[in-house]
């Protein structure tokens, strides 16, 4: 059975004040939440508050990029030694935002999940397709293509404890969310596809949702077969909407 994770995707929001409010309350309202795995991934100049205040909590924390190198002459970039440094457990890579509007390749975010997992951090891998995609029936090809190309360079040892995230991008920050059916059968889909290229690692493989969650339809995203949690955007600002998603992910 694999356990349930939430985590908040603060994109480029917050401020030292806020942030402090914010975590305080998440601290309070999930102390003592268990059977669920929670998280929030920061701005870089946040990592710090973060892990002052989330250490010895139930709340994990992580960054939303990192670089696809070690060290060196990469003016603007952070590496993977750094974001441990700070205790980060998780990294999103690959989200919809960052690979459009910075170009970023599929070999180079194959490249960032790979140097996550040397450093021991969990990346959270976003794949999803455009509206245009769905509608003219070429879904699983594209979603295929964005696996495919991190499971040809990471092979099936690097897959293992991996989180991916189905974020239909016609679904991020539209409060349009994908259909419980319609994320369960994508999920269901890069379930098999996992399984097709590294069955050891497809049973484990965590496969959570992106795409307007929000309170009033996380218990229903949340509950179906293969959907293993949920990646938090808008919500993940308020305490109160966070902390309502990870109860109804752990009622289940
Ligand atoms: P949203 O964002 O919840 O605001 O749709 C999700 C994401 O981009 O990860």
Redesign the pocket.
């Known amino acids: 059975m694999r356990r349930k994770l939430v985590v908040g995707?603060w994109?480029m929001n917050g401020n030292l004040a806020q942030n402090q409010r914010l975590l305080e309350a998440l601290v309070h309202g999930l102390k003592g939440v268990g059977h669920v795995d929670i998280a929030v991934c920061v701005p870089y100049p946040y990592l710090f508050q973060a892990q002052h205040i989330l250490t010895g909590t139930n709340i994990a924390w992580g960054a939303q990029n990192v670089a696809s190198h070690e060290n060196g002459a990469y003016t603007g970039e952070v590496s993977a030694a750094m974001l441990k440094e700070f205790g980060a457990s998780y990294v999103?890579v690959g989200?919809?935002?960052r690979s459009d509007a910075y170009c970023e390749s599929s070999a180079n975010i194959a490249d960032k999940f790979a140097i996550a997992k040397q450093h021991g951090i969990t990346p959270i891998f976003?794949v999803g397709e455009t509206l245009q995609e769905r509608e003219s029936g070429v879904m699983e090809y594209a979603i295929a293509n964005q696996l495919d190309a991190i499971l040809s360079v990471s092979g099936g040892a690097l897959l293992d404890r991996a989180v991916i995230?189905y974020?239909p991008v016609w679904?991020?920050?539209?409060?349009k969310?994908a259909t419980s059916e319609q994320a369960r059968a994508a999920h269901s889909f890069i379930r098999e596809r996992i399984a097709a290229m590294h069955p050891g690692a497809a049973e484990s493989a965590r496969i959570i949702y992106?795409?307007?969650?929000?309170p009033r339809n996380a218990a229903q995203l949340l509950s179906m077969s293969d959907i293993d949690g949920?990646?938090?955007?808008?919500?993940?600002l308020d305490a109160n909407d966070f902390e309502r998603i990870c109860r109804a992910a752990c009622k289940i």
């Open positions: 995707n994109k999103i989200h919809s935002e976003c995230a974020e679904a991020i920050g539209t409060n969310n992106g795409g307007s969650v929000n949920g990646l938090i955007g808008r919500c993940s």
